[in-house]
């Protein structure tokens, strides 16, 4: 209520005790009166509602939080060490920031070399790609091929990722298969792994623990108990692991 005149905080009070009725008791003719002189109030002060808009937000935002950590405790496991994602830089780092993304993010592609610089410049960070096909089927589809390379060439993945996250266009079976082909596995090998080993259950899994987290977009980021959603810049994302060293929290 800080934001209201002395004038009408003096006739809210007046009226909370003239009327300590629930709004329920009052008559018609009162209701209509105290609603056109809110709705007066605020056409002559509008700025009030991008006040009211900005709190909500932030409620909002806290809630999300609140929610976000919760899960990011009960699904630790498979967040920072499940066996189907892979983990680059470190594997003993002393920090870790896992990425849920897409093939056809273009966010995440704008948030690639984010993550060579980090690895560059600090090695003591793990860090450990998730994949998070939400784009449609094409998506879904080199995701596929990404999982059956992962499996027959772990040790080639990292070349794998930055070359067909990198490749302009849309990522599908097809630009997927020839990336794979160019780093030397044939699309025999990968095609006989995709039909032994889909992973069918391993994105299903995925989808379920981003609802959990609240993910809807990628990229988005878990380091330690904290979400951060969206390609924030290796200026947040380095800040966060520092503050992480620091006090064990993103935010000291």
């Given at each position: 209520?800080?934001?209201f005149?002395k004038?009408?905080?003096?006739l809210?009070?007046?009226?909370s005790?003239?009327?300590?009725?629930?709004?329920?008791?009052?008559d018609?003719?009162?209701?209509?009166e105290?609603?056109?002189?809110?709705?007066?109030y605020?056409?002559?002060?509008p700025?009030?509602m991008?006040e009211?808009?900005?709190a909500?937000?932030?409620k909002q935002?806290?809630?999300r939080?609140?929610k976000?950590n919760?899960?990011?405790?009960e699904n630790s496991?498979?967040?920072?060490?499940?066996?189907?994602d892979?983990?680059?830089g470190?594997p003993?780092?002393?920090?870790t920031?896992?990425e849920f993304?897409d093939?056809n993010?273009?966010?995440?592609r704008?948030?690639?070399?984010?993550?060579?610089?980090m690895l560059?410049?600090?090695?003591?960070?793990r860090f450990?790609l998730?994949e998070?096909?939400?784009?449609?089927p094409?998506s879904?589809?080199?995701h596929?091929?990404?999982?059956?390379?992962?499996?027959l060439?772990?040790?080639?993945?990292?070349?794998?990722?930055?070359?067909?996250?990198g490749?302009?266009?849309?990522?599908?079976?097809e630009?997927?298969v020839?990336?794979?082909?160019?780093?030397?596995v044939?699309?025999?090998?990968?095609?006989?792994e995709?039909?032994k080993?889909?992973?069918?259950?391993i994105v299903q899994?995925?989808?379920?623990?981003?609802?959990s987290?609240?993910?809807?977009?990628?990229?988005s980021y878990?380091?330690?108990?904290e979400?951060?959603?969206?390609a924030?810049?290796?200026?947040?994302?380095?800040a966060?692991v520092?503050?992480?060293?620091?006090?064990?929290?993103?935010a000291?």
């Amino acid at each position: 209520m800080a934001f209201f005149p002395k004038t009408f905080t003096a006739l809210a009070l007046a009226a909370s005790i003239a009327l300590p009725l629930p709004a329920a008791a009052l008559d018609d003719q009162q209701k209509k009166e105290f609603g056109e002189f809110i709705k007066q109030y605020l056409i002559e002060n509008p700025e009030i509602m991008l006040e009211v808009q900005d709190a909500l937000q932030k409620k909002q935002e806290a809630q999300r939080s609140v929610k976000a950590n919760m899960a990011i405790e009960e699904n630790s496991t498979d967040i920072f060490e499940s066996k189907n994602d892979v983990t680059l830089g470190n594997p003993k780092g002393d920090v870790t920031v896992v990425e849920f993304f897409d093939y056809n993010c273009s966010y995440c592609r704008h948030a690639l070399p984010d993550m060579q610089a980090m690895l560059k410049k600090d090695k003591n960070v793990r860090f450990v790609l998730k994949e998070f096909p939400i784009l449609g089927p094409d998506s879904v589809a080199a995701h596929k091929v990404a999982d059956a390379f992962r499996k027959l060439a772990p040790e080639k993945y990292a070349d794998f990722h930055v070359a067909l996250l990198g490749t302009e266009g849309r990522a599908s079976d097809e630009t997927a298969v020839a990336v794979a082909a160019s780093l030397g596995v044939s699309e025999d090998k990968i095609r006989a792994e995709m039909a032994k080993s889909p992973n069918d259950g391993i994105v299903q899994a995925t989808y379920q623990l981003a609802s959990s987290l609240g993910i809807s977009g990628t990229p988005s980021y878990v380091i330690g108990n904290e979400l951060v959603p969206g390609a924030v810049g290796l200026d947040d994302l380095e800040a966060k692991v520092r503050n992480m060293r620091s006090c064990g929290k993103t935010a000291c």
